[in-house]
């Protein structure tokens, strides 16, 4: 079983609309969480950080449930930027450098 | 600030061949990373360098693959000889200080392809 899960998607948003998608992991030793956002063919870039609590970034919330062991991204107001591949990652305090990554959910946002 | 930097950005090799592949961290980052993805498949961890030291190389996938990082500054990552699994994309990344990976800031790859 992989350490992170994602669906690949691709999720068709149309622009304006509302998309949300989790990722799940299996590692219960899991502690730190974040969404990075890949382009095609450019690296991974740091979204945001998913904290216990749940956080929001402007048009971007994300959410973690420790008891289910599954993050979730939501993208309000979707933007033709918004298009991208968005990489679940999570850390283990046995090996803190280490980030694990899901395959990734691609969003595709529609004219 | 200058980002990470990774050179070649594109390799072509033959099986058997060597390659050697450059990673500059952001000036003043201890941390330094190397990452995989192969076709289809999700990113991986191959090392983590603290400084010149290595912290983990649970990720290396065997001993075809030799990671340096000389005086703590830029790494090289040496797959001899190649072969055809090793093609994908092979990302470094940085981050600083010791004990934190709230941000790792990732280059833009080396595509690597073994034919």
């Known amino acids: 079983r992989k350490e992170v899960e994602q669906d690949p998607g691709p999720f068709n948003v149309p622009e304006g609309a509302t998309v949300a998608f989790n990722c799940t992991y299996s590692n219960s030793a899991s502690q730190s969480f974040f969404w990075y956002r890949q382009d095609c063919r450019k690296e991974p870039k740091l979204l945001m950080s998913?904290?216990?609590s749940g956080n929001e970034d402007g048009r971007f919330t994300a959410q973690l449930n420790r008891a289910s062991q599954y993050i979730s991204l939501l993208i309000r107001d979707s933007k033709l930027s918004d298009s991208a591949t968005y990489l679940c990652?999570?850390?283990?305090?046995?090996?803190?450098?280490?980030?694990?990554f899901g395959a990734g959910t691609q969003v595709v946002v529609t004219p | 600030e200058a980002g990470v930097t990774q050179f070649p950005s594109h390799s072509v090799i033959e099986k058997g061949q060597t390659v050697t592949l450059r990673c500059d961290p952001i000036?003043?980052?201890?941390?330094l990373y190397w990452y995989r993805r192969v076709m289809g498949k999700e990113i991986k961890f191959l090392l983590h360098f603290v400084k010149e030291s290595k912290q983990d190389e649970s990720g290396m996938p065997n001993n075809r693959f030799l990671a340096e990082r000389t005086g703590g500054t830029y790494s090289t990552l040496k797959v001899q000889p190649a072969e055809l699994e090793d093609s994908g994309v092979y990302f470094c990344?940085?981050?600083?200080?010791?004990?934190?990976?709230?941000?790792?800031?990732f280059g833009p790859g080396t595509r690597l392809t073994v034919t």
């Open positions: 990344a940085s981050s600083p200080e010791v004990k934190t990976t709230y941000e790792q800031y």
């Open positions: 000036s003043g980052h201890d941390n």
């Open positions: 998913v904290y216990s």
């Open positions: 990652v999570v850390n283990r305090t046995d090996s803190w450098g280490k980030l694990q």
